[in-house]
Each structure stands twice: as C-alpha cells, then as structure tokens.
C-alpha cells in the first residue's frame, strides 16, 4: 500500500495548491501511475482500477478531517523516547551544591556589567548594591542601542520587566532572595508565548498573533527571580536568521547574519545586552548561532525541559535550552527549566542539579574518527583536555542514512503547519526560495507515511547503536556543527554543550562541542566547566 499513501499525499497536496475540490476533479489513472512512480513501484491497470473506489474514499474522508481546526499547539498522539528499550539510563547523579557567589563591589559605571556572569550578578543583587531595577534597565537600554544595527528584538518587554523587578526588589528588602537568578535579566526567542507580549513567531503570518499566557518555561523562570526584558527574534518559523523584521546580526560582525533559528537569542547574549536566553533547537538552532556568536549554550536531552507554550516544528526533535556566557550559567538555568510541568508528555522527572566543580582526570573523552582532521584549528582543545588529566579516546559514530532520515523532520514540521499551507498564506513568508519552509512543507507532503515510519524505525536502530558508542565514554567532543554528529544526535536526543574554543584572524570565535549521556547534563555542564575555566575564550566579548 505504499503506492497508495504517496498518491494520497500526493493528491492531497495538488489540492493544498489551489486545485479544484474533489468531486469536480475525479481520481484519474496518470496521478495514480505518477504516485506510484514517486514511490518506486509500478502497478497494472486492473490493479489500480480496484484501489480506485477506496482512494476516493480515503479522500473524502481526509477532507472531513481538514474541517476540524488544529492548532500549533495540539501534539500528536504519541511521542518519542531516547531512552528506548535496551537503552539504560547511564546519566551519573551528581549532588547539586549551593551556588558559591563571588565577592563583588559595584562599579562606578554600571556598563561594565553588561559581560558579568550571573554569580557576578548574583552577588551584587543579593548584596543590595545594585538593584534589580538597575540591572533590567541596563539591559534594555542596551537592547535599544543595539537592536539597530543587530535586528534581534521582537518586542521589549519593558512594562512587565520593571514591574517584575521592582516586586524582586522589594523581596529582597524583606530578606527575601529567591535564589542566582534573582533579578537577573533574560530574553526569550519569540516563539515562547509570554503574558503582555505577542508571539509572532518570527513570521509575517503571524505578526499579530498573541498567546497571553506563559509557556512553561518562563512561568518556571519567574518562579526563581529572572526577568523577562525582551523576545527576541528567531528566523521565521524557527529556520535561518532571517524573520518580517529583517536579518539579525552577528555582533562579532555585523555584515554576517547570527545564524539561526535562535538567531535573537545568540546575538543578545553575545552582545552584552542579557546575561542568558532561551533558544530552541529541532536540528542545530542552538549549536549553531551559538557557535556564530561564541556563545556557550546547553542542548539538552530531549525530554529534559518542557515545550509547553512554545511553538512546535516536529514534535519528536524539538528541544528547548539556555544560551548563556559560560557554561557554568547556562547550567544554572537549565537546573531551573528543567522537569516536567503535566502538559508535555516528554519530558521526564530526573534531577538535574547545578553542578558543582569537579576534577576532570580519568574521564574519558570520544573524539570521533576523522572529526578533528576535518578542522584543524579546534585540534588545540584535545591537548587542553590532556592538560587537565583527561584520557582521548578515538570512537567510530554509526553509519546511517541521516540526513535522509530527517524526512521525519519535514514530515513533521508540514503538519505543524499544514493549515499555513492549505491556506496559501505561506506565500507571506519572507524567505520563498528552494530551500525556505514554504517549498519544504510542499516537498514534504509528497513524503508517504511508510517512509515516515520506515525512518522512525532506522531512528531505533541508530539509538540501539549510539547507545553502544557512549558505554565506552563519558562524553565525546567534536568542532562545532560537525555534520554527522550534529544530525545523528539531533536524531537520539543525546545532549549538547557549545563553548568557544578559539579566534579566526579578525577575532570572530569558533567553537566545539561536547556530547554527553542522555539525562547527564550536570556531569556534561561540569566537565565543560572545568575546561572552560581552564581557558579565557568564554571572556572575550566583542567590543560594542
């Protein structure tokens, strides 16, 4: 029957177009043999004149089906694991310790703050030398200036962010201390709904569409103290860094795009204009406008933090996580972000501490076969990992059809946005070229369902084999965006923590990427914190 879901699909998209309604246009031979073509098979007219009848009433009933409005917020009836069966959960527990905040003086000028970590930060709210106020107007003042020449804000959040921190200031006259990100300013990617804010998603469509309620994320981050100040800007529908409002810009240079999808949220970060901010990733929105912008962000296990409230592009990959100046920060976040809420089905109920430093000797560091020669430049970080007692261990990753299992990707993302489609509104979207979503999501809808599930299958046996890959390790490193890695992880829900790892010529940072056991970001965010304090890249800023 895999002829029969391609022409299905395939039918169904000729009506999706602006085809004429079903009953003026019968079933005729030629789509069914061009269908099947699609497919790889071939079938004999009598064969295809017996399945006639039962297309035309599949058809029909596909049609009784469109009737019934989706939202973007409606997730399928089932769900994705990467804890599979065979699969052990090998996340070590480490005992999260109480955050140790610097001792800190107020500066004269408090523009010196706008690159301080959040312990910096921490200490001087806490203290009361500087105020929660203070700091959220420093951050939206930066956010103006910039904004300008970056392209990164959506909307300020200014309203609510200084009633927030006045209310967080006055706690903290009651001996009230909420804890490291109390008033500490942060910005959300504009495709997390927020109360008081539109949530546009970055895409003409829907640029005046409002969502008043927090997505759970941000209700978890108001519980601990940090203030929302800005949503910040995503390429449209979580691809690219380019949304209605323009290109957002890398700070480091701002000719060159930030990369995306979570484009606002890298260039904020690195510009100095908040200490941390959410992004998302479904297939490298994290890494990759991290690694433009010599951020350190974590990615963590799928199922790790929840997607409530947040909009979906494919609902077996997405994955929600901090972008942060160190990964000791964005760690504190997602210790805060993580767990389930009772409204996402993924997510599971494992600690996920802040992790507490520790002596990274003994720990044995996969670097895949290859991955190093293909990027020399990185190759200096494998002698630092020696350096600090760690033993280099070269790993083979599977061999699989990655990328074109990532038809499960597309598959997904044209239902999420099936109605955008059908309703010839995708011809709004900026972008429109072969490669931009509007294309895609028609491609996608010519991908027949046992595909779909033949890739979902091959998922298993990647995740079976990648299981094998990480019993030998605790954790294996890559240059940044490497290819197979990234598609492959993406794929088995394995976590991720970015961190600059050096400077191009002109200053611009590259970075790598260390992949740890699924459920196991403490123990990934405490080796990567070991390192990174044993180097200065995470430091530098641009100078802006």
């Keep these: 029957m895999l002829w029969l879901g391609c022409f299905l699909i395939f039918y169904s998209s000729l009506g999706a177009a602006g085809g004429a309604p079903l009953d003026e246009e019968p079933v005729a031979p030629p789509q069914i043999e061009a269908a099947a073509k699609t497919a790889g098979l071939s079938f004999t007219d009598a064969e295809i004149e017996q399945a006639l009848p039962g297309v035309i009433e599949n058809l029909r009933g596909f049609e009784a089906m469109r009737k019934i409005s989706l939202e973007n917020s409606v997730f ?192 904020a970060v690195a510009a100095g204009c908040v200490p941390f901010a959410l992004g998302t990733e479904t ?46 920060d964005a760690a504190l976040v997602l210790a805060v972000i993580s767990g389930p809420d009772g409204k996402d089905p993924t997510v599971v109920s494992l600690p996920c501490p802040a992790p507490p430093a520790i002596d990274p000797k003994g720990w044995k560091i996969g670097v895949p076969k290859g991955a190093f020669a293909r990027s020399e430049r990185h190759a200096t970080v494998l002698d630092e990992l020696r350096a600090l007692g760690a033993e280099i261990v070269e790993i083979e990753l599977p061999e699989y059809p990655v990328w074109e299992m990532m038809v499960i990707l597309h598959a997904e993302a044209a239902a999420a946005f099936d109605d955008l489609t059908r309703s010839g509104r995708d011809d709004e979207l900026t972008s429109q070229g072969p490669e931009a979503w509007p294309n ?64 191009h010529e002109d200053g611009r940072p590259y970075s790598v990427v260390f992949v740890g056991q699924l459920y196991d970001e403490p123990r990934l965010a405490a080796f990567v914190r070991a390192w990174q304090e044993s180097t200065d890249y995470h430091r530098r800023h641009p100078a802006n």
């Design 440 to 503: 895609l999501f028609r491609i996608a809808r010519l991908i027949p369902a046992v595909e779909y599930i033949r890739a979902s299958r091959l998922r298993t046996l990647l995740a079976r084999d990648m299981d094998q890959v990480m019993a030998q390790i605790d954790l294996f490193v890559v240059p940044a965006f490497d290819g197979p890695s990234l598609g492959i992880t993406n794929l088995t829900g394995h976590p991720s923590a970015i961190a600059p790892s050096g400077s």
């Design 76 to 267: 399928p009836a089932f769900t994705f694991s990467p804890l599979l069966p065979g699969i052990p959960l090998r996340a070590i527990p480490l005992e999260g310790t109480p955050i140790a905040l610097p001792e800190a003086k107020r500066p004269t000028d408090l523009e010196t703050l706008a690159f301080a970590d959040i312990p910096t930060l921490a200490s001087l709210i806490k203290s009361r030398q500087v105020s929660c106020v203070e700091l959220a107007e420093l951050s939206l003042a930066r956010l103006r200036a910039l904004d300008p020449t970056l392209h990164c804000v959506v909307a300020l959040t200014e309203e609510r962010a200084l009633a927030r921190a006045r209310v967080l200031d006055a706690e903290l006259a009651e001996g009230k201390w909420r804890g490291p990100l109390h008033g500490i300013p942060y910005g959300a990617k504009d495709l997390f709904s927020a109360r008081g804010a539109g949530t546009t998603w970055g895409a003409r469509p829907f640029e005046t569409q409002v969502i008043d309620a927090d997505a759970t994320v941000i209700e978890k981050l108001e519980t601990a103290g940090a203030v929302l100040v800005a949503k910040l800007s995503l390429g449209a529908l979580a691809m690219g860094d380019v949304w209605f409002g323009g290109k957002t810009r890398n700070p480091w240079d701002p000719i060159r795009g930030s990369s995306g999808s979570s484009a606002g949220s890298a260039s």
């Design 283 to 328: 297939l490298g929105s994290i890494i990759s406008p991290a690694r433009r912008c010599g951020n350190s962000a974590i990615r963590p296990t799928y199922g790790r933090v929840s997607r409530h409230g947040a909009m979906a592009l494919a609902w077996t990959m997405d994955k929600v996580g901090p972008m942060a100046r160190s990964i000791h």
